[in-house]
């Protein structure tokens, strides 16, 4: 005579045990959430190029950082990570203002790239997010040379 286990005991431990390790699985949330910014930005906001209409350039002004260079920015004041840093006399396109002129959308090349091909000089048919190819980023007014 052989003696059978009853299987609902059985079955029942495997599926508690499945649930208890699944539970384990899963990392507790961090006690603080600013660790986890390290090098990343906490908000982005692309620079809007063609606003000023589709009969102008992308973006109306070019301009070069003023000497002592400038930090580029992800976003309008989301100062806590630097994209890049800029040498003075840097060339860079204007392409929107935020917060009255307190900062400003650029869209500059990357160094040994031609600045014509980061398509800016031309119209677009209506106000749209850059894509590339160039770099594109936030600085604060009055780092830059207007019209330089």
């Known amino acids: 005579m052989t003696s059978r286990l ?8 495997f599926v508690l045990s499945a649930l208890v390790l699944a539970g384990c699985s899963q990392p507790a949330p961090p006690l603080d959430n600013a660790k986890l910014a390290g090098g990343e930005p906490i908000a982005t906001r692309a620079v809007m190029i063609g606003t000023e209409g ?10 070069r950082v003023q000497d002592g260079g400038t930090d580029v920015y992800w976003a309008p004041d989301e100062t806590r990570v630097v994209k890049a840093r800029l040498a003075g006399g840097t060339p860079v396109s204007l392409c929107e203002a935020a ?3 307190a900062w400003f959308g650029i869209v500059f090349a990357a160094p040994g790239t031609d600045k014509d091909l980061c398509g800016i000089g031309r119209s677009v048919a209506s106000a749209r997010e850059y894509q590339g190819p160039c770099r594109w980023g936030w600085i604060r007014g009055g ?6």
């Open 54 to 63: 589709p009969t102008l350039p992308a973006c109306s002004s070019i301009s």
């Open 143 to 148: 780092t830059v040379r207007l019209g330089a």
């Open 99 to 101: 917060e009255n002129d």
């Open 6 to 13: 009853p299987l609902r005991p059985l079955l029942c431990t």
